[in-house]
């Protein structure tokens, strides 16, 4: 059963820097159909960035340019660098990890607890 931690969240400035960090255990090997979502007070989860069942790095609207997903299979760690952060990327974020099916990610079912990336001046 796969289990998710999550750590590195934060708070800094407009304009800085953080990398979250994702440990995965209760498996292998890393996956793809693995990823990052957020979401902030009064507002839906919103899929962030994740590695699609081919393995191609997949991003948001709202992040593309400025997050980079990735992983290290060795460490079984998945990783979200977030550059240029801005006031609205202030969430809780969340991994999470989604079974294989019919050659396609189903349903996220898989969630860490959390951390939370407070962007403010």
Known sequence: QVQLMESGGGSVQ??????????VSGVTYLANCMGWFRQAPGKERERVAWFGVDGRRMYGDAVQGRFTLSKDNAEMTLFLQMNSLKPEDTARYY???????????ADFNTWGQGTQV????
């Open 95 to 105: 991994c999470a990890s989604a079974p294989v099916e019919w050659f396609s990610c």
């Open 118 to 121: 407070t962007v403010s001046s």
């Open 14 to 23: 407009p304009g800085g820097s953080l990398r979250l960090s994702c440990v």
